[in-house]
């Protein structure tokens, strides 16, 4: 076995990182392999970001791992989605739960057939107690989805109009409890949000790279958080007058 390296230090650690996990299809075709090669690959680097962010002690990981859209996908590539998602809660939970890994769903899980429902319920009650790394799994997730559900679930309530803030919206989406991401990482060179936490992202760090999600190993990851380190948010506010100098001439 490898021998384990030290952590590396970061001087700012994102508490929450959110990962778009794109590229598997082109990882496989550019191998002239059929794309669940590339759904597997990319399965099997999600256990390598998951260790890494153990390692590094990230608090919070949320994975876009099926979208609202992907159900326009052709039958089987959907159903060997459905299949990879089943097998990865047969077989990873135990190793995810020595881990402390406490894993959550995010999405529309009543749409999903019984069999997985119960699955993803039964991890998610084997890992609740667990707290070093908090891993939100969008599965069946689409941002717009998220806010009608909360929507509905808030008129169901009889909240008020006047009542309804802020943070009566966050508290209703799937997130509830879980602190905004601070950095939202997506591989394969696409600019774009896909219907990926489009509220919880308002003041995120976003940060975009050409790698492939199967290539996205733990260096890409160490890359990107130091890339996060060096940004200064200001949430609509200003930097400090010194800091702006530097333009001054
Ligand atoms: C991301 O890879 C995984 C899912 C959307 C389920 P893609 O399957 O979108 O890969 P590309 O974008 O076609 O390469
Ligand atoms: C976003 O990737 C969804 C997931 C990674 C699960 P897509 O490949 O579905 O997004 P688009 O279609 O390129 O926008
Ligand atoms: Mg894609």
């Known amino acids: 076995m490898p021998k384990e390296t030290k952590a590396p230090q970061f001087e700012k650690l994102p508490a929450h990182i959110a990962i778009i996990m794109d590229g598997n ?3 496989a075709t550019a191998r002239r392999l ?21 390692r590094f002690g990230i608090n919070y990981l949320t994975i876009y791992a099926f979208s609202t859209e992907n159900w326009k996908r052709p039958e089987d590539e959907v159903q060997g989605l459905m299949q990879i998602m089943g097998d990865v809660l047969e077989k990873e939970v135990p190793e995810l739960n020595e881990q402390g890994v406490q894993l959550r769903h995010i999405g529309r899980l009543e749409q999903l057939d019984p069999r997985t429902q119960k699955k993803i319920r039964k991890a998610i009650d084997m890992t609740r107690d667990n707290k070093r790394l908090i891993l939100n799994v969008a599965w069946n997730y689409g941002g717009r989805d ?7 679930k808030i008129a169901a309530e009889g909240i008020k109009p006047d009542n309804i803030t802020q943070k009566v919206v966050s508290d209703h989406l799937y997130t509830t409890g879980i602190p905004d991401p601070d950095l939202v990482i997506r591989t394969s060179g696409e600019i774009r949000v896909s219907n990926f936490l489009i509220w919880q992202s308002a003041y995120a760090e976003w940060y975009f790279t050409d790698t492939l999600w199967p290539d996205f190993g733990e260096d890409s ?11 200064n948010r200001r949430y609509g506010g200003r930097k400090p007058a010194e800091e702006n100098e530097k333009y001054a001439g």
């Not at 990851?221 to 940004?231: G, M, V």
């Open 146 to 152: 998220e806010i009608v559900h909360a929507m509905q």
């Open 221 to 231: 990851l160490k890359k990107a958080i130091e890339d996060f380190s060096a940004r």
């Open 25 to 27: 299809g082109r990882w």
């Open 34 to 54: 059929p794309r669940m090669a590339g759904h597997r690959a990319g399965t099997e680097n999600l256990r390598r970001i998951i260790k890494a962010c153990v």
